[in-house]
């Protein structure tokens, strides 16, 4: 079965740091370009970052410097490891895959079903 499954969310304190992870089965992740996503609670879905197949990265301005993608295609997983977690950063987290690195989500036909993120003060 073609899938992507998130994993990792969980609550965690204004300040604090957590790693979710995206992984892939039924194909392999490495020929993909991943995106990470997110929907905060009465916002729209919006990209966060995203990691083409040769390894470029890219990130909204809002978590530049504090979230840090990346991939490990031997375990055919995808990781965003968040630093400096802050209140705003609450959303349910998602990963997609798709050919090239894009904020445009409609360009990604394989999504996982989310892991939520909760941070707390």
């Known amino acids: 079965q073609v899938q992507l499954v998130e994993s990792g969310g969980t609550s965690v304190h204004n300040g604090g740091s957590l790693r979710v992870s995206c992984e892939a089965s039924?194909?392999?992740?490495?020929?993909?370009?991943i995106a990470w996503f997110r929907e905060a609670p009465g916002k729209e879905r919006e990209a966060i970052s995203c990691?083409?197949?040769?390894?470029?990265?890219n990130y909204a301005d809002s978590v530049k410097g504090r979230f840090t993608i990346s991939r490990d295609n031997d375990k055919n997983t995808a990781y965003l490891e968040m630093n400096g977690l802050k209140i705003e950063d609450t959303a349910i987290y998602y990963c997609?895959?798709?050919?090239?690195?894009?904020?445009?989500?409609?360009?990604?036909?394989?999504w996982g079903q989310g892991t939520r993120v909760w941070v707390w003060s």
């Open positions: 997609a895959a798709g050919f090239f690195c894009t904020s445009d989500e409609d360009h990604f036909e394989l």
């Open positions: 039924g194909f392999t992740l490495g020929d993909y370009s």
């Open positions: 990691i083409t197949r040769e390894g470029g990265t």
